[in-house]
C-alpha cells in the first residue's frame, strides 16, 4: 500500500486550493485504489500556528511536535501539499512547517556531501505534488516562484520527483463555479503522471 503524506493550508475550506486538491485526489485514487491518505490541515496544527522566532527559538521544535513530522515524512512514498498564493508567497502554515522538518542530521546532512554541498535524508519520497492557486497570473509571480522555493526544498530534503506542479492562475474566477473541462482535463492528467 502506498503511503501520502498530503498537507494543506488554506484561508477557507471551499477555497479553489482545497477544491483543486480534492479533484486531484478523486482522479488519483481512481487508478489507484489500494492507497493511503493522511491528510492534514495546517490551519488545525501547532506546526501550522507557531513561526519560528527570537523568543521560541530554543524550544520551537519542541512546541511544533517536529519529530512527528519529520517522522511522517520519513515514511511516506509520496507527498501532496496545497497552498494559496498571498501576497507573491506559499502560506505562513507552509513556511511553518518547512522551519519546522528541515533540521540537520534529521532530513538533510552536510556529513556526506562533497565539496560543502549537502544530502537529503527524504529520499524515500518518490513524488511530491504541488497544488497552488493564485488570483494572478505565473507571469506575475515574483521570483522565485512559490512553485520553485516548495520545489527546491523538497529536492533539498532528497525528494526523487517533483510532479508537474498544479497552479490554478486567476482562481478567483472559480469561486463558487464549477471547474471547466479544460481544466478537468488537465488535472486528471497530472493525476496519471503522479
Given at each position: 500500500?502506498?503511503?501520502?503524506?498530503?498537507?494543506k493550508s488554506h484561508l477557507n475550506p471551499d477555497s479553489t486550493c482545497n477544491r483543486i486538491a480534492n479533484l486531484?485526489?478523486?482522479?488519483?485514487?481512481?487508478?489507484?485504489?489500494?492507497?493511503?491518505?493522511?491528510?492534514?490541515?495546517?490551519?488545525?496544527?501547532?506546526?501550522?500556528?507557531?513561526?519560528?522566532?527570537?523568543?521560541?527559538?530554543?524550544?520551537?521544535?519542541?512546541?511544533?511536535?517536529?519529530?512527528?513530522?519529520?517522522?511522517?515524512?520519513?515514511?511516506?512514498?509520496?507527498?501532496?501539499?496545497?497552498?494559496?498564493?498571498?501576497?507573491?508567497?506559499?502560506?505562513?502554515?507552509?513556511?511553518?512547517?518547512?522551519?519546522?522538518?528541515?533540521?540537520?542530521?534529521?532530513?538533510?546532512?552536510?556529513?556526506?556531501?562533497?565539496?560543502?554541498?549537502?544530502?537529503?535524508?527524504?529520499?524515500?519520497?518518490?513524488?511530491?505534488?504541488?497544488?497552488?492557486?493564485?488570483?494572478?497570473?505565473?507571469?506575475?509571480?515574483?521570483?522565485?516562484?512559490?512553485?520553485?522555493?516548495?520545489?527546491?526544498?523538497?529536492?533539498?530534503?532528497?525528494?526523487?520527483?517533483?510532479?508537474?506542479?498544479?497552479v490554478i492562475e486567476e482562481s478567483h474566477k472559480y469561486k463558487g463555479a464549477n471547474f471547466d473541462e479544460k481544466?478537468?482535463?488537465?488535472?486528471?492528467?497530472?493525476?496519471?503522471?503522479?
Amino acid at each position: 500500500m502506498t503511503e501520502i503524506l498530503y498537507i494543506k493550508s488554506h484561508l477557507n475550506p471551499d477555497s479553489t486550493c482545497n477544491r483543486i486538491a480534492n479533484l486531484f485526489i478523486s482522479e488519483y485514487k481512481k487508478d489507484n485504489p489500494h492507497i493511503n491518505i493522511s491528510e492534514f490541515d495546517l490551519n488545525n496544527e501547532k506546526v501550522g500556528k507557531i513561526s519560528l522566532n527570537s523568543e521560541n527559538f530554543p524550544h520551537f521544535w519542541q512546541d511544533v511536535n517536529a519529530d512527528f513530522w519529520i517522522e511522517k515524512l520519513k515514511t511516506v512514498k509520496k507527498v501532496i501539499i496545497s497552498s494559496p498564493i498571498i501576497n507573491w508567497g506559499y502560506s505562513a502554515q507552509i513556511k511553518n512547517f518547512f522551519d519546522a522538518i528541515c533540521l540537520a542530521d534529521r532530513t538533510f546532512s552536510y556529513k556526506y556531501a562533497k565539496k560543502g554541498g549537502s544530502i537529503g535524508l527524504l529520499d524515500n519520497i518518490e513524488n511530491v505534488q504541488i497544488i497552488l492557486s493564485a488570483h494572478s497570473k505565473q507571469e506575475d509571480f515574483v521570483n522565485p516562484s512559490p512553485v520553485e522555493t516548495i520545489a527546491g526544498t523538497f529536492n533539498f530534503l532528497g525528494a526523487k520527483k517533483i510532479n508537474t506542479p498544479l497552479v490554478i492562475e486567476e482562481s478567483h474566477k472559480y469561486k463558487g463555479a464549477n471547474f471547466d473541462e479544460k481544466l478537468i482535463g488537465y488535472i486528471k492528467k497530472i493525476a496519471k503522471s503522479f
